[in-house]
């Protein structure tokens, strides 16, 4: 699967994504469908489940190859 964000603001905001899910969960779940990018998973505490979905409209490049 590729993708590409060239606008520096959403690589930012992907980029700042992970910096937060580092500090709040030890392993998250990434499905990369045609459609979209979907992560989820549970804090460190088992208390919390998260989703992120980011919609393949959001990327400048999105598809195989």
Request: charged share 20%; proline share 2%.
């Amino acid at each position: 699967m590729l993708f590409e964000i060239s606008d520096n603001k959403k690589c930012d905001i992907f980029v700042q994504i992970f910096n937060h899910l580092k500090n709040f969960t030890d392993a998250v779940v990434i499905t990369i469908c045609p459609e979209k990018l979907y992560i989820q998973g549970m804090d460190t505490g088992h208390i919390c489940v998260y989703e992120v979905m980011l919609q393949s409209s959001w990327f400048q490049k999105w598809g195989g190859q």
